[in-house]
């Protein structure tokens, strides 16, 4: 079956500190989701990549779409304190529904002001 | 306007006892889907639901049901409760159906506990 897999499963950095966490796949997508949960919340969406190779930035978040369609990486740069929570990559096909969403574990992102 | 609502937050139920947890979508947002998130894990798919009809059905036992109202409100059934279905029962609504802009929004969730 499909495997889905994100690392670092979790990571303690330094307020300033970049951060870069990637999510792989055995099968290929057409579209890759970023989603950030924080305590007590559901995930809410991050970014949004729809193009193999596709680069976009949110703010200081960047993600890309890796070209072999099986990967996506998100990268955070200068954290802050509220950058804390867990980040997940969720992907899917095109013209699948984003109401059925196969989640990574996720990355654990803690940072120390 | 409200975003998507969930009730009860917390439940504590006992094995054997049944469950239901309820979800009212964004307004206008037709789609509404049920996720299960198991501590330390992503949240996994169990049911949508778009004009009132189930679109989707994860991998979870018959004990699960869902049903979605005329409003497009949802209410999510757990019969038979095992100290495994403990979780947080996540909610969320989207415009469409398919296609990949059509944006997830999650409600807070509804934490259950098993005894």
């Known amino acids: 079956g499909q495997q889905l897999n994100q690392s670092p499963q979790s990571m303690f950095i330094q307020e300033g500190e970049d951060v870069s966490m990637n999510c792989t796949s055995s099968?290929?997508?057409?579209?890759w989701l970023w989603y950030k949960q924080e305590p007590g919340e559901g995930p809410v969406l991050l970014i949004a990549?729809?193009?193999?190779?596709e680069l976009t930035s949110n703010g200081r978040l960047t993600a890309q779409f890796g070209i072999t369609r099986k990967d996506s990486f998100l990268n955070i740069s200068a954290s802050i304190p509220s950058d804390v929570g867990i980040y997940f990559c969720?992907?899917?096909?095109?013209?699948?529904?984003?109401?059925?969403?196969?989640f990574g574990k996720g990355t654990k992102l803690s940072v120390k002001p | 306007d409200a975003g998507v609502t969930q009730s009860p937050t917390h439940l504590i139920k006992t094995r054997g006892q049944q469950v239901t947890l309820r979800c009212s979508p964004i307004?206008?947002?037709?789609?509404v889907s049920w996720y299960q998130q198991v501590l330390g894990q992503g949240p996994q798919f169990i049911f949508q639901?778009?004009?009132?009809?189930?679109?989707g059905r994860g991998n979870f036992p018959d004990r699960f049901s869902a049903r979605q109202f005329p409003n497009y409100s949802s209410e999510l059934n757990v019969n038979a409760l095992l100290l495994g279905d403990s979780a947080l029962y996540l909610c969320?609504?989207?415009?469409?159906?398919?296609?990949?802009?059509?944006?997830?929004?999650f409600g807070e969730g509804s934490r259950l506990t098993v005894l």
């Open positions: 969320a609504s989207s415009s469409r159906l398919a296609g990949g802009t059509g944006e997830l929004f």
């Open positions: 099968s290929i997508f057409n579209t």
């Open positions: 990549l729809y193009k193999a190779g």
């Open positions: 969720a992907p899917l096909n095109y013209g699948g529904s984003q109401g059925n969403l196969i």
């Open positions: 307004s206008g947002h037709k789609s």
């Open positions: 639901y778009y004009e009132k009809e189930e679109r």
